[in-house]
């Protein structure tokens, strides 16, 4: 079964800054996705940014960038010119390119930014 | 809006009652599933279905049934309420895109 790891449970960073968020993950599989989402203490839950494992370019949305590394099966956030609403919790989170399409989380990283 | 229409958002319990959270989506999704949220857990999947009239257990299926009757709707019902399913619950539902559409999300407590 796959399983993914979020290794650092708090961060801070100060505003303006550029902040990085870790995620493990662990799979035998070659084709998958993985996936950002943002939960603000409104509690939605909203999608950052996507990965497709297939392709070796980083993804970028704006602000928020990842580091894909397959061989590593890590996969980093990358949050630069850090805002006040980008304090969040954030989840990792891996789905199967062929089986299904049930997403596994990570437990999180809780975001703080400060003034 | 379409969307993920998630009812109630807020609910006590007391242990042993029984009572159903729902949800609706209007997108014509086939793919719905139900997930809870504990902290330091992340979100763990309790049920999904593929489609009306078929639906599988997740990770943590115990205490919780689900039936899909039409694509509209996944209701969870817990059966005999129990403490340990205090915990915030997401509906959440997948198209042909590649992440989920997730309702707003239920808090739940049960004493």
């Known amino acids: 079964a796959q399983t993914v790891t979020q290794s650092q449970p708090e961060m801070s960073v100060q505003e303006a800054e550029t902040v990085t968020l870790s995620c493990t993950y662990d799979?035998?599989?070659?084709?998958?996705?993985l996936f950002w989402y943002k939960q603000p203490p409104s509690r939605q839950m909203i999608l950052v940014i996507r990965?497709?494992?297939?392709?070796?370019q980083n993804a970028t949305e704006n602000r928020f960038s990842v580091n894909f590394q397959k061989a590593a099966k890590s996969f980093s956030l990358k949050i630069s010119d850090s805002q006040l609403g980008d304090a969040a919790m954030y989840f990792c989170?891996?789905?199967?390119?062929?089986?299904?399409?049930?997403?596994?989380f990570g437990p999180g990283t809780r975001l703080s930014v400060l003034p | 809006n379409a969307g993920v229409t998630q009812t109630p958002k807020f609910q006590v319990l007391k242990t042993g009652q029984s009572m159903t959270l729902q949800c609706a989506q209007d997108?014509?999704?086939?793919?719905m599933s139900w997930y809870r949220q504990d902290p330091g857990m992340g979100l763990r999947l309790i049920h999904y279905?593929?489609?009306?009239?078929?639906?599988d257990q997740g990770e943590v299926p115990n205490g919780y049934n689900v039936s899909r009757s039409t694509t509209e709707d996944f209701p969870l019902r817990l059966l005999s309420a129990a403490p340990s399913q205090t915990s915030v619950y997401f509906c959440?539902?997948?198209?042909?895109?590649?992440?989920?559409?997730f309702g707003s999300g239920t808090r739940l407590t049960v004493v």
């Open positions: 989170a891996y789905r199967s390119a062929n089986y299904g399409q049930n997403f596994v």
């Open positions: 279905s593929v489609g009306a009239g078929i639906t």
């Open positions: 959440a539902s997948k198209g042909q895109g590649y992440g989920y559409t």
């Open positions: 990965q497709e494992a297939y392709k070796q």
């Open positions: 997108m014509n999704h086939e793919y």
């Open positions: 799979t035998s599989e070659s084709d998958y996705y």
